[in-house]
């Protein structure tokens, strides 16, 4: 299995290609959009800031390549952490910034409500809203290690896959055809952020 993670600039790309290469696949890390004809799997991941991310990806052709491949649905593509917030319409960070629009939704920053600290970091139990082969063998409650301020308010109640608590419910897996996104970073979130991975690269 063939699997391209995007370099943007946007990420500790090192530790995300180690674990999809622990989990089987054939890594290669690229500056390059030509890079993804041979792609059989895409990872876009990232920390940061959504307007220098929709920034580099632009500037480097990221967007134009990504909608040409995907056109194929036998290509996949998980977006992680700010690389899931990038997938949607409109981000709400520093500035009003358009994203890549390929899941209808807006990303918000966390309003507490009870006192909680923003940025979110730590631990979630996530809950499926619904069964999908990307979450297999996953059981309910299963937690995650999310570090973020900002979440996805996906518009489609069809394109979340899990939720979890934060400030309220917020989305933690979202996904539209062959295009998914976790809020969370399966690569540091033990065997059951491997499972994940795996389940993804057996789509």
Same mark, same amino acid.
Request: a neutral charge.
């Given at each position: @299995? ?8 946007m990420?500790?790309?090192a ?30 991941p990232?920390?940061g800031?959504?307007?220098?991310? @929709? ?22 593509l ?5 690389? @899931? ?20 939704? $807006? ?12 940025p ?14 990307l979450l ?5 409650? $299963? ?60 789509l």
């Amino acid at each position: @299995m063939t699997l391209l993670v995007i370099n943007y600039g946007m990420g500790n790309l090192a530790s995300v290609g180690r674990a999809f290469e622990e989990c089987g696949a054939n890594v290669s890390i690229s500056e390059d959009p030509r890079d993804l004809d041979s792609a059989e799997r895409i990872v876009l991941p990232g920390v940061g800031a959504f307007p220098d991310g @929709m920034r580099n990806l632009i500037k480097a052709g990221w967007p134009e390549k990504l909608r040409e491949v995907l056109r194929n649905p036998e290509v996949k593509l998980l977006g992680i952490c700010l690389g @899931m917030q990038l997938l949607a319409e409109v981000g709400h960070e520093v500035a009003v910034t358009p994203g890549l629009g390929f899941i209808p939704g $807006t990303v918000k920053r966390f309003i507490p409500l009870n006192g909680e600290r923003v940025p979110h970091v730590g631990w979630n139990e996530i809950n499926a809203a619904q069964p999908h082969p990307l979450l297999h063998t996953l059981p309910e409650g $299963t937690d995650f290690y999310f570090v973020h301020s900002y979440h996805f308010e996906a518009s489609r109640p069809k394109d979340v896959l899990a939720t979890t608590q934060y400030c309220g419910k917020f989305n933690a897996v979202v996904a539209s055809g062959n295009i998914f996104g976790t809020q969370f970073h399966p690569e540091k979130s033990s065997k059951q952020g491997f499972q994940l991975i795996r389940n993804f690269l057996a789509l």
